[in-house]
């Protein structure tokens, strides 16, 4: 199916190059100006004291796992209910005015999300005047805390709210790709769903699903916006963190949020080209079992 | 790499013909200059203003007052650029870097910490207060604002716009008994458990709460005069045994604080708690009449520790390309007639910065007629000068780890 | 069976409703009848004063079509930029793929404001700070990763026979993309510009810091208010900005059937 030919090769760069290029120019030099900002060039300090100093500052780890837990959480349930969608759904998906309807979300711009969870599900909001009206509340105090609260409640809720369109844009490719005979036969042959989930579609689902955890994964932890209106004092979401140390007292801690930010963006690179692999490596597998078959 | 920035360079001339030929006028060149060749050399000239652009009677002043009277009378045009001072200092400072000496904005709105960055990071124009004719007629430089703004020596790189005072707003409907001492107020939050919180202290408004509760541990108001370290030690046990003695009655048990004074206002409008603060002691009057507060809203000051007073200032960055205008527009804008227009609530409602030994007893009758018999105002005895902002600092420093975690 | 599919249909439609069309309308509500008071659901008061705010902003009018141009030149240029790219990942296969992958996807791994003030500076040296351009080209940032993945799943599900089999009828790569190629990848090409445009329309960091304040779009004029508690103007901005995708969305829908019927009659 693939040539691997030299010239192959080159034309690919070919297709490649002038996106590459493009994100090369403009970002290139922020992150290099970012790296070299968080180091210590030029002063008595070690070169990577802030480096140093950010894995002591225990604020940074509470931050760090709160923000696994969000990215996390949303992300997995984000896919879990796409993915259930999806699976339900893709016959009737396959008149557009109902991927449009499903899609709803995907316009929202994501600081629109967080207001709209806010003004729902604030303990002043409209389920808790509505839970008040009918009577199962008498005040405000008694409606349960889903919005600034130490769980991330209501950044989750966001975050599930926008992504799940965008699980089922990426997924619904691979369901209507995926040839529904096999999970007839599977079926016939007495499959329950779940058995017809695991054996049938998970060769197909899977290398999507990382790429698709991947994205959400890492926006997560890198957006500010939800975070800065849905969250809580202590502790912050990382960028709310480093968007703290970049500004307060007249600049002096921005080495440290550059740190923070640059260990970050170290790791998400890590992580997105490890996952990148695994789903390559798989995908060229089950691509030679399907050429055998 | 050269080679490609110097590609882009010609590129760039060729799509936005290149770098202005007037030369910029340095501050000192400036000196020399009298106030006529200056009115002279800004006609024509269109200026940018970066101020934060989130209140619609400021925005409404700008646009009704300032823009109008500098067209008709100096062809002058502004325009301001909505940003809050972080953001705009962010962008100088990348300018400085790459040496652009072309820049956006040609007047600040800035002050306290913000100043003390861009002035030691060299972002502002330089000395030219000394320039404004409405600086020696209006305002003298009796005033400490004129001098010091936070604890940064001022040298004439910004000129005083407006003062405000610290004062917290109640709903008189919920509140029936309201304070009058910061303690007063801590025992109304332990008996009224939830109703009671303050921002954050990266806000600003929550830096000054904080600073607040300082004063009212200080024996006297001159122990804070000055950056005083030792004093903190000494006193700071007080200070955070205070504040967290009233912690667990604050609004989610003080487990949470509003990122800002805007959520602790949206929470005080939708009745979450009964008292939100801030400066400018006019503040609620426009929120009122735009259905944002409630009716029954009262805006208080504590009479123990007092009332801090806060100015705010107008500067010039470092790469204006019209100095001249910039100084015709900020001397307008500190002019007794612009400053007494912007004490009327139905357009802004702040306090001005004009010393009344210099008004004449017509602008002085004006000043009273705008401040009306039932309008707020601190006395004068209960006014506290503004804290170092190295004090802003410690708070922030210290806050989250003593009373959050 | 046709009034369960029926009740089927209903029952989604009404959880769609729910979800989004819904909050959106509570959202205008709410901006033309603020102060309601807990627990009122709604305060017997109407009035236009936010849309009158936002609409008495002299730059408004400005901020809008420039919000609408920026945002379509975005999508034009992703969508030039990205069919190669995702073209290029899909169809062959080389050492390093996963390498060149995740460097396309860095625009949205690293945070913005750690690289904004060294793409700011680019921007200076290209002399491209405070134009429109330069706005657009900084928007390529965080959507272009996104647009590349989308064209890319698009590819990978069509199959290659496509191209092949025009290829043995002998007409000619370009041709075999316009007429081919484009209308089957059109649900992913429609997906990408959806996607890319909302992402342009909510940039506000990156369009204060190139544009400086200049280049005058939606988010910064409206981004200042959602940090006042005038709620009413910002539900009143919020449905601007719920508004403004689907118009988007819309008119794309109407360029498609344009385009489809050009081709199917050329």
């Given at each position: 199916m693939f040539n691997n030919t030299p010239l192959k090769r080159f034309s690919a760069f070919g297709y490649l190059l002038p996106a590459l290029s493009v994100i090369l120019f403009f970002a290139g030099y922020g992150l290099y100006s970012a790296f070299r900002n968080s180091l210590h060039l030029?002063?008595?300090?070690?070169?990577?004291a802030s480096y140093q100093e950010l894995l002591l500052e225990s604020p940074f780890w509470e931050s760090v796992s709160i923000s696994i837990w969000v990215a996390f959480s949303s992300t997995v349930i984000s896919l879990v209910i796409g993915i259930f969608l999806t699976r339900r759904l893709v016959r009737l998906f396959q008149r557009d005015d109902w991927k449009f309807a499903a899609w709803f979300p995907m316009l929202l711009p994501h600081f629109v999300a967080a207001y709209i969870i806010y003004l729902l599900f604030a303990p002043s909001g409209w389920f808790s005047s509505l839970a008040a009206q009918i009577g199962w509340i008498d005040t405000m105090s008694q409606f349960p805390v889903l919005v600034n609260d130490p769980l991330y409640t209501g950044v989750i809720f966001t975050y599930v709210f926008k992504e799940i369109p965008f699980v089922i844009l990426m997924m619904l490719p691979v369901y209507q790709e995926m040839d529904l005979r096999y999970e007839d036969v599977s079926k016939t042959l007495g499959g329950s769903d779940w058995t017809v989930f695991k054996t049938v579609e998970v060769p197909w689902v899977m290398p999507v699903s990382l790429e698709v955890f991947l994205i959400l994964f890492v926006f997560v932890l890198g957006a500010f916006e939800v975070p800065a209106l849905l969250g809580v004092t202590y502790p912050k979401m990382l960028p709310v963190l480093a968007y703290e140390w970049f500004y307060q007292a007249a600049w002096a801690n921005r080495p440290l949020a550059q740190a923070m930010m640059v260990l970050l963006s170290a790791v998400s690179l890590l992580a997105a080209f490890l996952i990148l692999r695994f789903t390559y490596k798989w995908r060229s597998h089950w691509a030679m079992r399907r050429e055998d078959v | 790499m050269k080679k490609v920035w110097f590609l882009g360079v010609t590129a760039s001339c060729i799509l936005a013909a290149c770098s202005s030929e007037d030369e910029q006028l340095s501050a000192d060149e400036l000196a020399e200059k009298d106030w006529d060749a200056i009115k002279e050399s800004a006609e024509g000239a269109e200026i940018g203003m970066y101020m934060w652009g989130g209140d619609d009677s400021v925005n409404r002043y700008i646009d009704d007052i300032v823009v109008p009277h500098l067209d008709e009378n100096y062809d002058v045009t502004l325009e301001r650029y909505p940003m809050d001072a972080p953001d705009f200092l962010n962008r100088l400072m990348s300018e400085k870097e790459a040496g652009d000496q072309d820049g956006t904005a040609d007047v600040l709105w800035i002050n306290g910490e913000n100043f003390r960055t861009a002035k030691q990071n060299d972002l502002l124009y330089g000395?030219?207060?000394?320039?404004?004719p409405n600086m020696e007629e209006y305002i003298g430089d009796e005033a400490s604002f004129v001098h010091i703004d936070m604890g940064t020596e001022i040298e004439g790189y910004e000129a005083p716009w407006g003062n405000v005072q610290f004062a917290f707003q109640y709903d008189a409907d919920r509140v029936d008994d309201p304070p009058s001492t910061m303690d007063e107020l801590i025992e109304w939050s332990i008996d009224n458990p939830g109703e009671f919180t303050y921002p954050n202290v990266n806000d600003f408004t929550g830096n000054s709460f904080i600073s607040h509760m300082l004063y009212s541990v200080a024996d006297s108001p001159d122990e804070l005069e000055e950056y005083d370290e030792e004093w903190l030690r000494a006193n700071e046990e007080e200070l955070w045994s205070k504040l967290n003695d009233f912690q667990d009655s604050l609004w989610r048990e003080g487990q949470t604080?509003?990122?800002?004074l805007s959520q602790l206002d949206q929470m005080y409008a939708d009745g979450e708690v009964s008292f939100t603060m801030g400066f400018n002691e006019h503040r609620a009057e426009s929120m009122i009449e735009d259905d944002v507060f409630p009716e029954s809203t009262e805006t208080i000051f504590l009479e123990e520790p007092g009332s801090i007073g806060s100015t705010h200032y107008l500067s010039m960055p470092?790469?204006?390309?019209?100095p001249e205008a910039a100084l015709i527009a900020i001397n307008y804008m500190i002019s007794a007639e612009a400053q007494i227009k912007k004490l009327d609530p139905s357009l802004w409602g702040e306090g001005h910065v004009l010393d009344s030994d210099l008004l004449s007893e017509e602008q002085q009758a004006e000043i009273e007629e705008h401040l009306g018999d039932d309008a707020v105002e601190a006395d004068a005895d209960i006014i506290l000068p503004e804290l170092d902002s190295r004090y802003h600092d410690w708070i922030i420093d210290r806050w989250e780890e003593e009373v959050v975690q | 069976m046709i009034a369960k599919r029926d009740l089927q249909k209903i029952f989604w439609l009404l959880l769609l409703f729910l979800l989004f069309i819904a909050p959106a309308l509570l959202m205008f509500w709410r901006s033309l009848s603020?102060?309601?008071?807990?627990?009122?659901?709604?305060?017997?008061e109407w009035n236009f004063r936010a849309w009158q705010v936002i609409f008495s902003d002299g730059n408004i009018i400005n901020a809008l079509i420039n919000t609408v141009l920026i945002g379509a030149a975005v999508v034009l240029i992703n969508f030039l930029l990205a069919v190669p790219a995702a073209y290029g990942l899909a169809r062959f296969n080389f050492k390093g793929k996963p390498l060149i992958e995740s460097v396309m996807m860095m625009p949205i791994l690293i945070p913005v404001l750690a690289i904004a003030m060294g793409m700011h500076i680019t921007m200076i040296r290209i002399g491209l700070t405070d134009t429109m351009t330069g706005v657009i080209l900084i928007h390529l940032m965080p959507t272009l990763p996104y647009a590349i993945r989308v064209m890319k799943s698009g590819f990978d599900r069509l199959s290659i026979t496509w191209e092949e089999q025009s290829a043995v009828l002998g007409v000619g790569r370009f041709r075999t993309f316009f007429t081919t190629l484009i209308p089957l990848l059109l649900p992913s090409i429609r997906s990408m510009a959806v996607l890319v445009f909302v992402i342009s329309l909510s940039q506000y960091v990156l369009t204060s810091i190139i544009g400086g304040g200049q280049v005058s779009t939606l988010p910064l004029i409206y981004y200042p208010y959602f940090n006042s508690a005038d709620s009413a103007v910002v539900a009143g901005f919020s449905v601007i900005f719920v508004l403004l995708p689907m118009l988007f969305f819309l008119v794309f829908e109407g360029l498609i059937r344009l385009y489809l019927s050009a081709v199917r009659s050329a």
């Open positions: 030029g002063e008595e300090r070690p070169l990577f | 000395e030219f207060t000394h320039l404004l604080y509003p990122d800002d470092f790469n204006t390309t019209e | 603020p102060g309601a008071v807990w627990p009122e659901l709604f305060s017997g």
